[in-house]
């Protein structure tokens, strides 16, 4: 029944179904903390806000995660045209991974924080706490095992194979990803050293390698879906990393303007980060020109469609809302507030969700056996659950825009209100994101509908 | 794109440039490590101000609060809360240790984390070393 071109790609289905799973988790706290902003003791002190936080930002890390190597398991054989070298290694790590995940959540709902520190032997290396990287620090030794093991299988395949622009790009970005996590464990006394090499982890990886890991994958897609010249996708990608690079690392001297850091960086990250837009442009004029210079009709829409709204919601999200509050005499203001939240939503959509999202999509029909595309009625249902996610993500951050706006103006300007004060004065606009986040969900829902729609397959045409 | 732009060259850009950045951003970061002892107040690091971190992480302030900026947006701003409260220790004490354990009625609460007295001394000293960082005059004004 399988209608793939190397039967270990299958590997990448339970790796695609893992991180929809999670990403339907992920939402659901998203629900959740979204109603604790405007209903404070909502289920308090049974899931706190920190808690109900770390579960929403830890899921979406790790369900992006489950993407990029079920991504990365899927295109890697068939770029270098051989087998997975080691399809139960690969197995191995996703039950590995999944448990350790698992585990992980489940570590921050049932017992305290501080109790999860204690027994997991915080104490003998510290390195939980901080945003994005409050997993224990067994957990996090668990995910350099597992991105080795990964790394290893996926080297194993591309080295002694062809060696594409989109596989050499793929595994660059993922060995990036890997490295910069190793600074997850260094936890200076110092609070500003601390936060300097934090964010080689967080800027480092969505601003820097994370980039590699996008624009290989949607290079792929858009030469598989559109039959465009490889050559000049290439040349394109080339373009786009090199960008991402020249303007994201420099770029990162935007997080330096006010942790202790020397004044330089105002300047340096103003003019650099500035300019961090711009391969994100050039993703949108990828996907358009290439779909614009098709040489064949693919199929599965569906999947065209999510390709260029990466496009669009990543230049967006990560382009233009970035460079909102990117100016250090703006962020001076703006630095800490729902601005910030408004930016991360759609960033991480646009550019990260959406590019997994696209990738499950173009690749779910060859592992699910229905030949290169679903039938029209699911493809009808995927896309109408892009427009309802999407939609509703434009809405969340126009709203969550709209509330930073405010408490820039209300606490930031003058001697300023307290900071709870400007809560409860913006609360409107947290009512108007959370009835956004409903819609989002029922997107999603609809989304995870879609895959069990009867459909007649022919009429989405097996190759 | 035409044949006079080759991926090659495409390929080169990427190289070079990737290159040049990173040694740069190598440097800069050596020069920063060589200037940060004039901003970030080092010289109150003591092993209270190094537990009170610890207690800071483990606890997962970070999750609701932010600190010079950084962390959720759900509750104020603490890398100048000693300033706020009056550069007072006993008063940060006092408000964490008056943390009703069921919340407030329809309000957001800060949990009660039953921290012993060595651990509210410490915490409060991690947030007068933080609020005596030198952030390039950030936050604007005394609310955070």
């Known amino acids: 029944m ?6 270990t790609q299958a590997v990448a289905k339970p790796y695609f179904i893992a991180a929809i799973g999670l990403f339907v988790g992920q939402i659901i706290f998203g629900l959740i903390l979204g109603l604790q902003y405007v209903w404070g003791d909502f289920l308090f002190p049974e899931i706190p806000f920190n808690v109900a936080r770390m579960v929403h930002t830890n899921l979406l890390i790790v369900w992006l995660l489950f993407g990029f190597m079920g991504a990365a398991y899927y295109l ?9 070298y ?4 690969a197995m191995w790590l ?17 017992v305290p924080y501080a109790t999860l520190a204690k027994v997991t032997g915080n104490d003998l290396l510290p390195t939980m706490g901080r945003e994005f990287l409050e997993q224990p620090t067994l957990t996090k030794i668990g995910i350099v095992v597992v991105a080795l093991g990964f790394l290893y299988n996926i080297a194993m395949t591309i080295l002694p194979g062809r060696k594409t622009v989109v596989n050499v790009v793929l595994l660059t970005g993922l060995v990036g990803l890997a490295v910069l996590f190793l600074f997850s464990f260094y936890n200076p006394v110092n609070l500003v050293k601390d936060k300097f090499y934090w964010w080689w982890v967080v800027h480092l990886w969505v601003e820097g390698v994370w980039e590699l890991i996008l624009g290989a994958i949607l290079a792929y897609v858009l030469i598989k879906t559109t039959g465009v010249d490889r050559e000049v996708v290439d040349k394109w990608l080339y373009l786009i990393i090199a960008m991402s690079f020249i303007t994201g690392i420099i770029g990162t001297g935007h997080h330096y303007y006010w942790i202790g850091t020397p004044e330089y960086w105002q300047l340096l990250g103003s003019i650099f980060s500035a300019l961090e837009p711009i391969p994100f442009f050039m993703m949108t004029l990828l996907a358009f020109g290439a779909v614009g210079k098709r040489k064949r009709e693919h199929p599965n829409k569906a999947t065209v469609l999510w390709a260029m709204g ?12 970035g460079f909102l509050h990117t100016l250090a005499p703006v962020n001076f203001y703006t630095h800490g507030t729902q601005i910030t939240a408004a930016h991360g939503h759609m960033a991480f959509y646009g550019a990260y969700a959406m590019i997994v999202i696209t990738i499950i999509s173009y690749a779910m029909p060859y592992l699910r056996g229905q030949g290169n595309a679903a039938s029209w009625k699911q493809q009808y249902m995927e896309m109408w659950s892009f427009w309802l996610m999407t939609i509703a993500m434009v809405f969340i951050t126009l709203f969550l825009t709209g509330a930073g706006i405010l408490q820039t103006w209300l606490q930031r300007f003058d001697d300023g209100l307290p900071f709870m004060v400007v809560q409860e004065k913006i609360s409107l606009f947290y009512w108007m994101r959370e009835a956004a986040g409903v819609v989002f969900f029922i997107g999603l829902i609809l989304y995870i509908v879609s895959f069990f729609v009867k459909g007649d397959q022919k009429e989405g045409g097996i190759a | 794109m035409s044949e006079v732009f080759s991926k090659s060259m495409a390929r080169n850009i990427y190289f070079g440039g990737s290159l040049f950045f990173v040694l740069l951003f190598l440097s800069l970061t050596w020069h920063t490590n060589r200037e ?9 690091i003591t092993e209270e101000v190094a537990l009170g971190k610890k207690v800071w992480e483990e606890n997962n302030c970070v999750g609701c609060h932010s600190l010079l900026g950084e962390g959720a947006y759900f509750a104020p701003e603490l890398g100048n809360v000693y300033k706020r409260f009056g550069n007072s220790k006993e ?15 329809g309000r957001r609460s800060m949990p009660q984390f039953n921290l012993t007295e060595e651990e509210l001394d410490a915490i409060a000293e991690f947030l007068k070393y933080s609020s005596e960082i030198d952030a390039a005059g950030w936050p604007p004004n005394i609310q955070g």
């Not at chain 1, 996703?94 to 049932?110: D, H, S």
């Not at chain 2, 008063?91 to 009625?105: M, T």
């Open chain 1, 2 to 7: 399988s209608t793939l071109k190397y039967q």
């Open chain 1, 76 to 84: 890697v054989p068939e770029e270098s045209e051989r087998e997975l």
């Open chain 1, 86 to 89: 080691s399809p139960k290694l």
């Open chain 1, 94 to 110: 996703f039950w590995i991974f999944l448990i350790a995940g698992a585990l992980t959540v489940l570590g921050y709902l049932m």
């Open chain 1, 310 to 321: 990466t496009g669009v919601m990543a230049f967006l999200g990560a382009g233009v809302w």
């Open chain 2, 36 to 44: 940060l002892p004039k901003t970030d107040n080092r010289q109150a």
């Open chain 2, 91 to 105: 008063a940060i004490k006092a408000f964490l240790k008056s943390r009703p354990v069921n919340g407030i009625p």
